[in-house]
């Protein structure tokens, strides 16, 4: 299943770019996601790319009875993103995965912060395949699990601007 999502912010790249990989701005998106814990590492290296990885558990509400049985009452999801460095104008791109261990569902693709069709605003694309390997379910769960990327992302958005304006 394709998966496409696009969120703006208040903000040119850079300051984008820091407020994604900010230690405090992670966690405060883990907890108003409904995360049980979380562990949040942020990786720079010297050549100006950075490695953000965020664990964390979920109650597994939602889920289809059948699917509930994998999972338990809680779903660990371990999300990578490797920021490249940043171009001329500030913009990136990145790669990202979603991984639910123990589960045959998996999320890749890219991500790109770019500006936005309006003075001071960044464009944030997520993009990518959603991939769940369970016969007879995987329709279902690519279904449920895509519907819930989105809720996020529309979460995260709301996140983001009252960061960003707080700072």
Do not use: N
Request: net charge negative; aromatic share 4%; with cysteine.
């Amino acid at each position: 299943m394709k998966i496409s999502e696009t969120i703006s912010h208040p903000a040119d790249p850079q300051r984008t770019f820091e407020m994604l990989t900010d230690h405090a701005y992670q966690v405060l998106r883990c907890e108003r996601s409904g995360a049980l814990d979380q562990t949040v590492l942020i990786e720079p290296d010297s050549e100006g790319s950075t490695t953000v990885t965020v664990r964390r558990h979920l109650p597994s509400d939602g889920i289809p009875d059948i699917a509930k049985s994998l999972v338990g009452p809680q779903l660990l999801v371990v999300e990578t993103v490797r920021w490249g460095s940043p171009d001329a104008d500030g913009e990136r791109e990145g790669a990202m995965s979603l991984e639910l261990p123990g589960l045959p569902v998996s999320f890749t693709g890219g991500v790109h912060l770019r500006r936005g069709a309006e003075p001071g605003v960044t464009d944030h694309l997520v993009d990518g395949d959603l991939e769940a390997r369970i016969p007879f379910l995987s329709r279902r769960i690519e279904e449920l699990v895509g519907g819930q990327l989105r809720e996020i992302v529309q979460l995260e958005e709301g996140i983001a601007q009252e960061w960003l304006a707080q700072r």
